[in-house]
């Protein structure tokens, strides 16, 4: 069975940094670009950062220069750094696997992240 | 304010079909997919139309897309009360190089 699972959110103070990381199983981690989408309570989906197998990197605008995405083929791991957090991303982040032509087939259960003093 | 434009919420009686319009531009679904997602209350997205039209498997033919020029949209036949989800366009902007979701659409089954 395919499983997304993310780990490492949690409360945060403004300013803080957070790492995320997404471990993957039941696919062919290495052959698919993988994503961090998050949706803020009450709101909708938000695409943030992807990276492809040949480790190219997009980010959304809303996190470029403060989150930096990346993958560990050999751990069949996916990270997201995130630094100088403010209360605007305070979300939940899931992590979506992408097998081509930029649709997200598997999606983990989302990692809770708070940004509050 | 989303680059794709959904109406923020449809309803229809069971058994009936509803229909959901995802507008862009000539940067995004004028030249590039357009997948379709579902997430029920409190679970994560679910895939149910790619590249288009396209549906993974398990999917029912209930649900069908289409597109032209820079609008897709969103068919589902047979409504059940099961279906009362959050639903969302998605596809890549060439302007933007990015990812960029609509705003989402409320199904709400009468």
């Known amino acids: 069975d395919v499983q997304l699972v993310e780990s490492g959110g949690g409360l945060v103070k403004p300013g803080g940094s957070l790492r995320l990381s997404c471990a993957a199983s039941g696919f062919s981690f290495s052959a698919y670009a993988m994503n961090w989408v998050r949706q803020a309570p009450g709101k909708g989906l938000e695409w943030v950062s992807s990276?492809?197998?040949?480790?190219?990197?997009y980010y959304a605008a809303s996190v470029r220069g403060r989150f930096t995405i990346s993958r560990d083929n050999a751990k069949n791991s996916l990270y997201l750094q995130m630094n100088s957090l403010s209360a605007e991303d305070t979300a939940v982040y899931y992590c979506?696997?992408?097998?081509?032509?930029?649709?997200?087939?598997?999606w983990g259960q989302g990692t809770l992240v708070t940004v509050s003093s | 304010q989303s680059v794709l434009t959904q109406p923020p919420s449809v309803s229809a009686a069971p058994r009936q079909k509803v229909t959901i319009s995802c507008s862009g531009s000539?940067?995004?679904?004028?030249?590039?997919?357009v997948c379709w997602y579902q997430q029920l209350p409190g679970t994560a997205p679910k895939l149910i139309i790619y590249e288009d039209y396209k549906r993974p498997s398990g999917i029912p033919d209930r649900f069908s897309a289409s597109k032209s020029g820079t609008s897709a949209t969103l068919d589902i036949t047979g409504l059940q009360t099961g279906d009362e989800a959050d639903y969302y366009c998605k596809t890549w902007d060439s302007s933007l190089s990015g990812k960029v979701f609509g705003g989402g659409t409320k199904l709400t089954v009468l």
């Open positions: 990276i492809g197998s040949g480790n190219d990197k």
């Open positions: 979506a696997g992408e097998p081509g032509n930029s649709y997200f087939l598997h």
């Open positions: 000539t940067s995004n679904i004028g030249i590039n997919y």
